[in-house]
């Protein structure tokens, strides 16, 4: 065996025996601070000695689309490509390039490789892009329709506290934003450049978007914001992005230096199709009813 293949082997295992840990500590699931109970967990570390790659790659798969279907107002399309995932600032860095007129900006993209996830409390620690013209989006995804997410855009003079949910559509017909399904605003003295926790909490009847994190000055900042209209109710993919298509009426820019987002952890813990309520009832009783981990 080659030494590189011996070393791929040898993590493969690691990671496996980390997700068994995970699995039997946690037999009867995650309790979350509103008393839901999940079954499952996604626990992707980036900042492990392993690196921020070997995370990426236990569970998700990296995009190499090109979406050309852009908006009229847009200026090129977004070529997700493997080399802007990558390890930055020993986290994981998801870049969107420096455009370079080719008509598309390289930009990154990661989804889970299950798209079975259905309801759950979704959690990033992460610092959002700083170069103007790029979105950076964290969100659950099946269809343009059966979509929630949260997106920053750093063309915005307010930035660092300004952002985006929206449970998809987002807008009305005539093109407004519909207020019922989306709400977009400064978490007044956030600094979304420093290391903040976002969080989805994905309910049959509601989403809940928040926020725990701090202002330049380190003061501890907090709100949340629960959305009850279009709440998606088809199994889904977990997603994270950066991209840009020079559309003056979203993005903005393309980007004129490369934009990363900085992503420390995502912390997904979820009921799928997949495991059913009663094999997971078995699995917990097999377990000997151990308390749910506190998440
Ligand atoms: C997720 O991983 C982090 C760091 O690796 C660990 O501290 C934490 O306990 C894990 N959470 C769960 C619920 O397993
Ligand atoms: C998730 O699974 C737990 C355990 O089976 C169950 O109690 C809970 O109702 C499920 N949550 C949702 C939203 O379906
Ligand atoms: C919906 C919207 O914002 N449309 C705008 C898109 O950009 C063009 C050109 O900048 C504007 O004219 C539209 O009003």
Redesign the pocket.
């Known amino acids: 065996m080659a030494p590189f293949a011996r070393l791929n082997v040898l993590v493969t295992l690691v990671a496996l025996s980390a997700t068994q840990i995970l699995a039997q500590s946690c037999a009867c699931g995650y309790k979350d601070s509103n008393g839901h109970v999940w079954r499952e967990a996604i626990n992707s570390t980036f900042t492990e000695s392993a690196g921020a790659l070997a995370a990426v790659k236990s569970n998700w798969d990296i995009a190499t689309d090109l979406e050309s279907d852009q908006p009229e ?1 847009a200026k090129a399309s977004i070529q997700y490509v493997k080399a802007n995932v990558v390890e930055h600032n020993n986290a994981l860095g998801l870049k969107a390039s420096a455009y370079d007129n080719s008509g598309s900006v390289k930009s990154a993209e990661i989804s889970t490789k299950r798209d079975d996830i259905l309801y759950g409390s979704f959690r990033m620690q992460a610092q959002v892009p700083t170069t103007p013209g790029v979105v950076f989006g964290f969100f659950t995804y099946i269809s343009d329709s059966q979509e929630q997410d949260i997106e920053f855009l750093s063309a915005d003079s307010d930035f660092k506290e300004r952002v985006y949910y929206t449970n998809q559509p987002g807008q009305l017909a005539n ?1 407004d934003d519909d207020p019922k399904s989306t709400k977009n605003g400064a978490i007044p003295g956030a600094d979304f450049t420093t290391f903040g926790v976002h969080r989805i909490d994905w309910l049959p009847a509601s989403t809940t978007y928040s926020y725990a994190g701090t202002s330049d000055k380190s003061t501890p900042v907090t709100a949340s914001s629960t959305i009850t209209k279009n709440v998606p109710t088809t199994p889904s993919y977990f997603v994270l992005n950066v991209w840009s298509n020079g ?3 979203f993005s903005k820019g393309p980007p004129t230096a490369d934009a990363f987002a900085t992503v420390n952890y995502v912390h997904l813990y979820f009921n799928s199709t997949s495991l059913s309520e009663a094999s997971f009832n078995a699995a917990c009783s097999a377990a000997h009813n151990v308390a749910p981990c506190n998440i």
């Open positions: 107002t093109g559309d003056p009426n």
